[in-house]
């Protein structure tokens, strides 16, 4: 036989309702005690019975997450750390895929609703929030992870997406940069947009004046990476420092480096967000700026937990996580 409630009180020194506090992630019991607890639930290899919890609480302990392409590793590895988290609390996630498309994103939010999850988290595919309201007005907690949207106001975590491109391209700046490209993603993509800003700020702030034909969009995958690279080294006077918006265009700027390598400067300098398992691959020296990816997701599912346990304090929080700079091959590094 399994042990109950009562063995992990005993084994703790605390009483049976303390246990249960813990267990439902009551943030009232101290520090001290709830480890207590949690070490006698783990020595006793203590389950707790869902299901009657789930009755009595009136709650499903699932929380919805909606990802705009669930075949995408860095929103996979999101919400990796939202099921880590959620899971250490006994919740469950359900990922329904929005494919980038507002309209399946309110389909998914309308879906998560009807099977009554207690909170939900979203990586939002577009810029309009509307339809996102639908879930703070049936009292469903709710949680931006990754991105922002225009014209509604709830909790997020994020990265500084503006400040961490800017501060990136105005050290290589301070180090003799001068000749910058820039490829980027859709405008109507909250982190697109930050990070064009950062990257025209900084340039700003050390009195480069951008060149037109060197700034490209495109579309956060790898074909437009290939494509936007082969652009700009095609041109008369290609730029020799190309700073790419997301993790995806940087493979297929590597890419292109790869099959082209003739058509591409001597003294070519990458610089590029996130940094994942490709990002060092190619032997161009190159600057990568971390996302702190898991943990935005359990940053996110932390939140959440939060608000369906009816902490109410500080809403909206908008929390913004650190980024961290790696370069790669750089013959100058400065230290990181």
């Known amino acids: 036989m399994g ?34 607890v949690l070490d006698a639930v783990s020595l006793l290899n203590y389950k707790v019975n869902t299901v009657a919890r789930s009755l009595k609480s009136k709650r499903t302990l699932s929380v919805g997450l909606i990802a705009p ?5 860095f929103f996979m ?20 895929n929005a494919r980038e498309s507002e309209l399946r994103e309110e389909a998914a939010l309308e879906l998560l609703l009807e099977k009554q999850v207690d909170g939900i988290i979203a990586i939002p595919s577009g810029n309009k929030g509307d339809h996102l309201a639908l879930a703070l007005q049936a009292r469903v907690p ?45 405008s109507h993509i909250f982190t697109a947009r930050e990070r064009y800003q950062g990257f025209m700020q900084a340039l700003r702030d050390q009195g480069i004046t951008p060149r037109e034909e060197h700034i490209l969009f495109g579309d956060f995958h790898i074909e437009s990476g290939y494509r936007l690279m082969k652009d700009l080294m095609e041109q008369p006077d290609p730029p020799r420092t190309v700073m790419i918006a997301n993790y995806f265009m940087h493979i297929g700027v590597i890419r292109y480096i790869s099959f082209q390598r003739s058509m591409v400067p001597p003294d070519l300098y ?67």
């Open 3 to 36: 042990a109950t409630i009562k063995d992990v009180a005993r084994q703790a020194g605390v009483s049976t309702a303390t246990v249960s506090r813990v267990v439902n992630n009551d943030h009232r019991i101290s520090p001290a005690t709830r480890q207590r």
């Open 69 to 73: 392409e669930i075949d995408n590793a």
């Open 77 to 96: 590895r999101v919400a990796r750390g939202v099921e880590d988290r959620l899971g250490e609390e006994g919740y469950s996630m359900i990922v329904v």
């Open 142 to 186: 709710l949680v931006l992870a990754d991105r922002l949207v225009d014209n509604f106001t709830t909790d997020a975590v994020l990265v500084d997406n503006k400040d961490a491109t800017c501060r990136a391209i105005s050290r290589l700046a301070a180090r003799g940069h001068r000749s910058f490209g820039f490829i980027g993603g859709q």
């Open 270 to 336: 990458l610089a590029a967000f996130d940094n994942m398992e490709f990002s060092a691959v190619s032997n161009v020296p190159s600057l990568s700026i971390a996302q702190p990816i898991d943990q935005i997701g359990r940053h996110a599912a932390e939140r959440v937990l939060q608000r369906i346990q009816g902490n109410t304090e500080n809403w909206p929080w908008i929390e913004r996580l650190p980024t961290e700079e790696i370069t790669y091959n750089d013959p100058s590094n400065d230290g990181s």
